[in-house]
């Protein structure tokens, strides 16, 4: 892109922040090193910045590439040479909360934590959480449906989603900012957002339900035998009345003994030995009543589910300890140059199966693999990370994901559960997704961005 481009591109998007290439190379990619390879970066302040900026992409082919809080583990953000950033990080109102109605009506570039804290003081919840909380977008978890903690109870970002705004490939505005749950008025063309990682339009405005919250919240870290046991647990408390379970993560060995290590627990603080731990959080009306539940629950499903120790947290400090141990999953990076990451949903009660087989299968594939694996338990979905140093190579890649995959769509899983799809899963995509929604998602694309404007390249290439 030349310097006369980017000058009418700053001619063109007068209310918006605009750095050139060498601007961004001095700037914090966020997760992704690529997210950055573009050649200007455009930061609107409003829905007709952004629609100013689409049609000035579209009128030239320019590829533009909408990001959000950067936190994306697909490659959905990762943009090149000659194309354009849409960064909707100036976007970041609360608009509204409607405690009546239960209802937020935010801006896409708000981040899920500021979304939390304005709808806590109404006692309310967006009901999704993530680790990535506090930079993760409202805009980017609507593009990749997001799931988080919470999916089990209040399900991904396409079940919290009343209505959004977005702006065409063409720089028309899309607007269905429906802030009811009952609409029956034709197709429901929000859904073609959600989801589509920003392939056939910008999101920039999203109404969202809100749920309330209980008075105080609970944590107990329990050592079971295996998936099995902690299912037992899990669908106990889920029966119980008067209470909420609000999380059910299950990590395997391999990873608590390296979150121990690498966050410098000491020995004996925590009950980390047993094969799997489970992560519950309860929800109840005060602190008492949910640590007393967590404790006379647990008690009761003791034998039954085989429970080889427990924790109910007694302190803010403890229940804090217990919450690093699953979402500083940084700390593999850390241990390991970039580490191949897979994020899968696996049905029902074939969690014990399939992390045998994927053991004993990398195994074939080298000797040395052993992955580390944990995840949503009661939702299945599991992130998998394999202990290498450094990067794969692509046939490697690709036999790891046929192996992590297989069978997965016959039996109603996912090979990729919450993280998308982008441009490190394209391969994946074409091998072991369903023909012929293959082809009717690539008829979607042509018929709504038939420049191929939209994050070329993502998701259906």
């Not at 109840?284 to 499903?301: C, T």
């Not at 990076?333 to 004993?360: C, K, N, T």
């Not at 992955?371 to 939702?379: Q, T």
């Not at 790891?400 to 069978?407: P, Q, W």
């Amino acid at each position: 892109m030349s310097a006369s481009l980017v000058a009418e591109l700053r001619a063109a998007c007068r209310n918006a922040t605009v750095w050139d290439a060498a601007e961004l190379a001095a700037r914090d990619p966020g997760f992704d090193a690529r997210n950055f390879g573009a050649s200007a970066l455009v930061r609107p302040r409003d829905t007709e910045g952004v629609a100013a900026l689409v049609k000035f992409c579209a009128e030239r082919g320019i590829g533009l590439v909408p990001q959000g809080g950067r936190t994306g583990l697909a490659g959905g953000a990762a943009t090149s040479a000659g194309q354009v950033i849409c960064d909707l990080g100036a976007m970041n109102r609360i608009e509204e909360i409607d405690p009546s109605a239960r209802v937020a009506i935010v801006e896409a570039g708000a981040t899920l934590g500021l979304l939390q804290e304005a709808a806590a003081q109404h006692g309310l919840d967006p009901g999704i959480d993530l680790a990535a909380r506090g930079s993760a977008t409202i805009g980017g978890m609507v593009s990749t449906n997001a799931g988080g903690i919470m999916a089990f109870r209040n399900g991904t970002m396409r079940h919290r989603v009343l209505g959004l705004e977005a702006v065409l490939p063409d720089g028309r505005v899309f607007s269905d900012l429906t802030r009811v749950l009952k609409t029956s008025a034709g197709y429901d063309l929000k859904h073609l957002f959600i989801g589509a990682e920003g392939t056939l339009g910008i999101v920039t405005r999203v109404a969202l339900r809100l749920d309330p919250v209980a008075g105080a919240s609970a944590i107990a870290l329990v050592g079971v035998p295996d998936a099995q046991s902690a299912q037992r647990i899990v669908r106990h408390f889920l029966r119980q009345t008067g209470t909420r379970l609000s999380a059910a993560e299950i990590l395997w060995q391999r990873f608590a003994a390296l979150m121990q290590r690498t966050l410098g627990y000491a020995p004996g603080s925590l009950p980390l030995e047993a094969p799997c731990l489970l992560v519950l959080g309860l929800g109840a009306d005060s602190m008492e009543a949910a640590r007393a539940a967590l404790e006379d629950g647990l008690a009761a499903v003791w034998d039954q589910a085989g429970i080889i120790d427990g924790l109910v947290a007694s302190s803010d400090a403890q229940a804090e300890a217990i919450w690093r141990l699953r979402e500083e999953t940084e700390q593999i990076e850390r241990m390991h140059h970039l580490p191949p990451s897979f994020d899968v949903s696996v049905p029902g009660g074939a969690l014990d199966d399939y992390v045998a087989r994927i053991e004993a299968g990398l195994k074939r594939v080298d000797a040395s693999y052993a992955p580390y694996v944990f995840g949503h338990l009661a939702d299945g979905n599991l992130h998998i990370s394999i202990n290498t140093d450094g990067p794969v190579p692509h046939e490697r890649h690709e036999a790891i994901e046929d192996l992590l995959y297989e069978g997965l769509n016959e039996a109603g899983g996912s090979f990729s559960a919450e993280h998308g799809v982008g441009l490190d899963k394209r391969d994946a995509y074409e091998r072991h997704a369903d023909p012929v929604k293959r082809e009717l998602a690539r008829r979607v694309k042509a018929m709504i961005d038939p420049g191929n404007v939209m994050n070329p390249g993502k998701v259906v290439g």
